[in-house]
């Protein structure tokens, strides 16, 4: 099973700031993880898939980079309504399995 | 556009069995292009795969929970269920029913139900 580690587990961010989430693989996962939105009482929204592909809808302001095991999760001019629980994914090897997680709290 | 909602009882007692079933709206589960899954978080922690099954009937299960674990298909409902037995405090967490993509390869889920709160306790 892959382990991910996903860091920080919380961050607190001004409107405007650049905010970049962290996820690390125990192998080597090649593209293979999705990165999400969740926010309290709603269903997690899909935001990026294989590392780095925004799905239709989300906003530019979000993107994705990286490869093997380390892999980035960045919001760009962060706004408002990002407030939100973001985790990621791995979908290289079964089962799949989760990171932990993100808060993002905005100021 | 496709959604996913689950149903079921919230309270559940120790080693009884817990079932819930996703009731999906907007699309197909007769779809070969999509795994119908369950996932779960317990308390504090991250978010655990339950397992998934196909529109043909073929199932996976996670193996920390596979000897409990029974993922079934309703397609005239339109539904799909989770059964885990033999259910102790540990398993209290919030149930996800969600979709996977599926060609050739996994994706991934792309949509996800909102979530069921099971609390198993006497």
């Known amino acids: 099973e892959t382990t991910l580690t996903q860091s920080p587990a919380f961050m607190s961010a001004t409107p405007g700031d650049k905010v970049t989430i962290s996820c690390r693989a125990s192998r080597d996962i090649d593209d293979d993880i999705n990165w999400y939105q969740q926010r309290p009482g709603k269903p997690a929204v899909f935001l990026l898939k294989?590392?780095?592909t925004l799905v239709p809808g989300v906003p530019p302001r979000f993107s994705g980079s990286g490869y093997g095991t380390h892999f980035t999760l960045t919001i760009n001019d962060i706004e408002s309504e990002d407030a939100a629980y973001y985790f990621c994914?791995?979908?290289?090897?079964?089962?799949?399995?989760f990171g932990g997680g993100t808060k993002v709290e905005l100021k | 556009q496709v959604q996913l909602q689950e149903s079921g009882p919230g309270l559940v007692k120790p080693s009884q069995t817990m079932s819930l079933t996703c009731t999906v709206s907007g699309g197909s589960v007769r779809s070969g292009d999509y795994y119908w899954e369950w996932i779960r978080q317990r308390p504090g922690e991250g978010l655990e795969y339950i397992g998934y099954?196909?529109?043909?009937?073929?199932?996976k299960y996670n193996p920390s929970l596979k000897s409990r674990v029974f993922i079934s298909l309703d397609t005239s409902r339109n539904q799909f269920s989770l059964s885990l037995n033999s259910v102790t405090a540990a398993d209290t967490a919030v149930y996800y029913c969600?979709?996977?993509?599926?060609?050739?390869?996994?994706?991934?889920?792309?949509?996800w139900g909102q979530g069921a709160t099971v609390t198993v306790s006497s």
């Open positions: 099954i196909y529109y043909n009937g073929n199932t």
């Open positions: 969600a979709r996977g993509l599926f060609d050739t390869y996994y994706y991934g889920v792309d949509v």
């Open positions: 994914l791995q979908h290289d090897n079964f089962p799949p399995t």
């Open positions: 294989e590392a780095s």
